[in-house]
């Protein structure tokens, strides 16, 4: 994961966040990276997610794709000039199991004008959790709706850095 951004994964209800500690690799402020991936759910009853679904909805929304296969689908939203790195605002990638969406991992760049994109980054996860079911993968087998989006976004150590480098408010009110 790249410092200027944040990383969320959102999981239909059929799959459940499953993640292992990486003991060879560090985060930034400390502790063990986590690798996550996406299990079955043995206690879902819904129905599949289908990629070309989801695929279908990210283009309606103004996604472009950038790289497509039957098991990983990569689409990319509001390019944005980073210095003078282009950059995008947004990035979806989802992974399949068969045509089966089984996680949808979601990037947010993080820019000086994040606090201003961050309205826009909650709708976009209120919609597209609201259309396919997905939960915001927390821990294992726990995860949240995305009324929590905001507040997970604050909670991470890369918005906290950025927070205090710009001097973003610490809380929507002030």
């Given amino acids: 994961m790249a410092f200027d951004q944040l990383t969320f994964m959102l999981f239909p209800p059929r799959w459940v966040q499953s993640s292992a500690e990486v003991r ?3 985060y930034l402020f400390g502790g063990f990276v986590r690798a996550v ?6 206690d879902a009853d819904a129905p599949p997610v289908g990629l070309d679904d989801l695929c279908g909805w990210l283009e309606a929304h103004g996604f472009a794709a950038y790289h497509r296969e039957p098991t990983v689908a990569v689409y990319k ?3 944005f000039l980073l210095g003078d790195d282009p950059r995008q605002e947004i990035e979806v990638i989802a992974h399949a199991v068969g045509c089966e969406v089984s ?3 979601c990037r947010f760049l993080l820019a000086p004008d994040a606090p201003a994109r961050l309205v826009r980054w909650e709708q976009f996860v209120h919609q597209v959790c609201e259309t396919f079911s997905l939960r915001i993968g927390v821990l294992d087998d726990e995860d949240v709706g995305p009324e929590a989006f905001v507040e997970l976004v604050r909670a991470q150590d890369n918005w906290r850095y950025f927070a205090a480098e710009y001097g973003w408010p610490s809380s929507p009110d002030e």
């Fill in 77 to 79: 939203n509001g390019r």
């Fill in 24 to 26: 060879s690799m560090r």
């Fill in 37 to 42: 991936t996406a299990v079955p759910n043995p």
């Fill in 103 to 105: 996680s949808v991992r």
